[in-house]
């Protein structure tokens, strides 16, 4: 069994920042890609960044420059560093991991973690 928490979450003004972190636990044996993402209210969830086990990493357009993602693959443990932050980045952000547990590989979520920026 696999899970994944996340934490980090919060309120800030505009122009602030946050590190998101999430953490997966149970029984693991590699971990291939990590990613954020996120659901605003009424919108579909969407990726914010994604990190592949190699280190490579791509944005959504709307974050580039502003937020990076970073992982320690010995932690089992990705990041998300948002700067500069906006009203507009007010979501529920989600980690998901593709990870092989057992003899399947799968996606995993996190249970989610509300951040809200303020005008």
């Known amino acids: 069994q696999v899970q994944l928490v996340e934490s980090g979450g919060g309120l800030v003004q505009a122009g602030g920042s946050l590190r998101l972190s999430c953490v997966a636990s149970?029984?693991?044996?590699?971990?291939?890609?990590m990613g954020w993402y996120r659901q605003a209210a009424e919108k579909q969830r969407e990726l914010v960044a994604r990190i592949t086990y190699d280190g490579s990493t791509n944005y959504a357009e709307g974050v580039k420059g502003r937020f990076t993602i970073s992982r320690d693959s010995a932690k089992n443990t990705v990041y998300l560093q948002m700067n500069s932050l906006k009203p507009e980045d007010t979501a529920v952000y989600y980690c998901k991991f593709r990870l092989l547990s057992g003899i399947r590989w799968d996606d995993y979520w996190g249970q989610g973690t509300q951040v809200a920026v303020s005008s």
């Open positions: 149970g029984n693991i044996f590699t971990i291939n890609d």
